[in-house]
């Protein structure tokens, strides 16, 4: 069997994605952080596709962008977002994460004719992170698969919970799946990511860091949580707190149950998103069940 193969599933639309050799991933995080691979000292061993900074393979990198080696597509990349073995985003300067985006734009265009770009985040081991350095992915879903992932509504009225931060919105959709999700919006409406301008790209930086910030400050540093790009026109990003488990229910029926108010999440935003003082955001944790 090849390293992975689509297959979908006959009586829906939905596929699944065989990638036995992903079985295989190394489990690295803190206490292994020397044999790291994503570390400064392993350009020879895994050449870059991409780069920000310095030249060839050269240690001299701020991001790098290698080949998945344990690939469920035909185009599966890591964007490793710091040279330093840092393990959270928002731990990262803000002037790195903006980088990082930069990497995340430049692969999407790169890719764009390929298929469907999927850029996506597992942050915590809890959420499938298998290697404790701060990173994320990119992987092009052939187009005759189709990918489904909710869109922004047009007829929904997102002005009554929201909150501006410079070019972006913060919503938490009335239909949100995961206790304290979050959707990120850019102002401007309708582009596809890869149109994204550089201020919107600092906007986004600041916005990130900050959000996660304050969820970090709620749940514990070290909370698993999932994020991806919307990869068609009118993008956004979504933000997934993983501390609740999914239930049988949900697995038997694809309909998500939410032990939290939506709404309830817009509020901590609004009451913290410029808070300095985290012991005083702390005091507000959540209080959903991580079960259903």
Known sequence: ???????????????????????????????????????????KKDPDVYRIGGEGLDQNWSV????????FAPIHEVIIHSPQHIEHLTDLPLSQIQLVI?????????????????????????????IGHTHSQLAVVPRDVPVVVPRLEEILDYTGEHFMVKDFKLICPPYSQWPDEVWIIPTARGKIFSEITFEEIESLSYVLKHLLRILAARHGHEFPYNFYIYPYRDWYLR?????????????????????????????FIKQHFFEEDEEKIKINKAEYRKGV
């Open 102 to 130: 930069e990497a995340f734009v430049n692969r999407f265009n790169a890719h764009i004719k390929e298929g469907t770009v999927i850029i996506f985040g597992n942050s915590g081991h809890d959420a499938g992170e298998s």
């Open 64 to 71: 790098r962008v290698v080949k998945n080696k344990y690939p």
């Open 239 to 267: 933000i997934m707190p993983r501390a609740k488990i999914a239930g049988g229910f949900e697995m038997a029926t694809g309909i998500f149950v939410n032990t939290q108010d939506p709404r309830d999440t817009m509020k």
């Open 1 to 43: 069997m090849s390293d992975y193969k689509f297959v979908n599933i006959p009586s829906l639309e939905n596929w699944v994605i065989l990638a036995p050799k992903r079985s295989k991933r190394p489990d690295i995080h803190e206490k292994k952080k020397k044999l790291c691979p994503f570390c400064v000292g392993n350009e």
